[in-house]
């Protein structure tokens, strides 16, 4: 599995840990999530595992692209609310002539509207 889309979405200097194990958390709950999918008709699949004082959370569109999420608090209002735009996006971006089927998705237009998204979701 490649990434269409990856981004940092924690605020600015609160990193406590390695980028390197966010994407290791992220990778070890792929299964988890295709497992989840084929058992459910729901878009939100909500925590799908918890590693490292991490939840992943998981969203498969009807074509099968996971939209996940590594966080600590739980919200699952928000993160549904998120998930639910992150969807619309990748729609608009996706029907865009200028992005190719499959390909990375590196829009500095997506990846602004993303990050208001997330900004307006999970403000603290």
Known sequence: DVPLYEADLSSEGTREDSPHLDQFVINAALDL??????????????????????????YCTAGHVRFMLLHKIRNEDAIRAFFSELHDLYIKA????????????????????????ARRHFRT
């Open 33 to 58: 999530v295709d497992e989840t999918a084929w058992t459910t008709t729901a878009m939100f699949l909500r925590v799908v595992d918890k590693s490292y004082d991490f939840n992943v959370s998981a």
């Open 94 to 117: 996706s029907l865009s002539p200028f992005c190719a089927a499959g390909s990375r998705i590196e829009s500095p237009v997506f990846d602004q509207r993303v990050r208001a998204a």
